[in-house]
DNA sequence: CCTCCACCGGAACGTGAGGAGT
DNA sequence: ACTCCTCACGTTCCGGTGGAGG
């Protein structure tokens, strides 16, 4: 959206003969600092090497190469709380808002995006203060508002008569439930239609967006399963092995006791329970695994475990893997114990 | 009310790969 | 060839903690 926006002002720029550059940037996408700077290099045309320099470096290549062009540069920063969240090092940041001091023919202009309204709270006073910022709050879309986007939509990519309107109101009344999300609904739209195509039928029934709705988080959860390196996914299969005999989930000390067999069955040193840990919480956020902290009192504080993706999804993703596909079937040692000992 | 379990999760640090400049 | 950068991925160390049981 900002995206589009940036373009359309870039346009209409050309037109009054006054130019503009936009730079556009993603921070979470992006990640680091040293990359989102980078990113900005490149739109200015300054070539850098996505690492190996130091930032302070890319700092001067940016100054070098925005004076050296005369029209103003316009940098959107999307999703720019991602870049503020790793506290102390918001140089970049100070940085944006001071640089107008050392141009003399051009100058730069700041958008941040983001979805979350308190960021600012983190942000160090000197860069809020010299941000004459200006806010603008955004809600999220509501169902009526997502039905006029796609039925608008719909006019050009569906041919008159496939469409219900009861199926265009539960796409936008389904993506009005999540996050109000446009871009959500238009691929609810896309995939229901593909399905009903595939099926051979004249028209797009709700029960295909509902159809739609599954394939998306099935490609979704198979896709991130797919990527996973090879610890994450060995601690799945330990999960998954457990969730058969365990069926309130586990907790982290038996996870990574089983997550322990599966190395030495692959042949593969395992990793600390520190680090795994944190591969654990980062399933959690993929909606891989589901882990919330409980408490046992006496018994101690962990992490209860169990899968939030289906075993269907785990056993086909992972049997194409064929280091962790043969561990699939694999059962744990100390299962065997409990089942004897209870 | 205090203890103490079984971890959680932050912080600092180490290592090796990928690359620039000289 | 050598020094200097960043980043990803791990490890080590350690203070913190909800609540059952004494």
Redesign the pocket.
Known sequence: MAKFVLTRLEQKAQELGGPLRGAYVNCRLA?????VLAELCRAVGAEV???????GELLDRFREALSNGDSPLLVVLDEIDALVRRQEDDILLYELTRINETLRRSWVSLIGVSNDLHFKEFLDPRVLSSLSEEEVVFRPYLADELYDILSDRAKAAFRPGTLHNATLRLCAALAAGEHGDARRALDLLRVAGELAEREGVSAVAEEHVRLAQQKIEQDRVSEVLRSL?V?SKLLVTAVHSLSIKLSDGA???DIYEVYNELCSEAGIEP?????V?TLV?ELDVLGILNAR?V?????????RIRLAASSKAIIEVLSEDNLVGRLLRYVPKCLQQRKKSS
């Open positions: 990640g680091t600092n040293y990359r090497p996505f690492t190996g320099v130091a930032v390196p610890h907790v982290t000390g990793l600390t329970q520190r680090r840990s919480s902290v408490s046992f009192g006496r018994y101690g504080r962990t992490k």
